[in-house]
């Protein structure tokens, strides 16, 4: 079992970028393949990015792509989403999440955490 904490959530203008950070307890942190989510008012739940156990590979949404970054370090039991020209519609809360399968649907991902607000005005 894992226990994941994001932070580095708030408030920015568009074109800025932010750093999220999940941090992980539990000793076999390597074994399971991370992802982000987000969710926006009124919507469903959204794959952004997910990256596997070695983090040799990484994954992204189309909306994402080229703006976004995740990546991990095992040895700190630490996940990161470098977010750069950040957009209006990129505003949700943002979850970090964790499984022993990778996984880019967000259903099934099976650990979450408690998630970090993220708006971007225009």
């Known amino acids: 079992q894992v226990q994941l904490v994001e932070s580095g959530g708030g408030l920015v203008q568009a074109g800025d970028s932010l750093r999220l950070s999940c941090a992980a307890s539990?000793?076999?942190?390597?074994?399971?393949?991370l992802g982000w989510l987000r969710q926006a008012p009124g919507k469903e739940r959204e794959f952004v990015a997910a990256i596997r156990r070695t983090g040799g590979n990484t994954y992204y949404a189309d909306s994402v792509k080229g703006r976004f970054t995740i990546s991990r370090d095992n040895a700190k039991n630490m996940m990161y989403l470098q977010m750069n020209s950040l957009k209006p519609e990129d505003t949700a809360v943002y979850y970090c999440?964790?499984?022993?399968?990778?996984?880019?649907?967000?259903?099934?991902?099976?650990?979450w955490g408690q998630g970090t607000q993220v708006t971007v005005s225009s």
């Open positions: 539990g000793r076999t942190f390597s074994s399971y393949a």
């Open positions: 999440a964790a499984d022993l399968v990778f996984t880019v649907i967000p259903l099934q991902y099976d650990y």
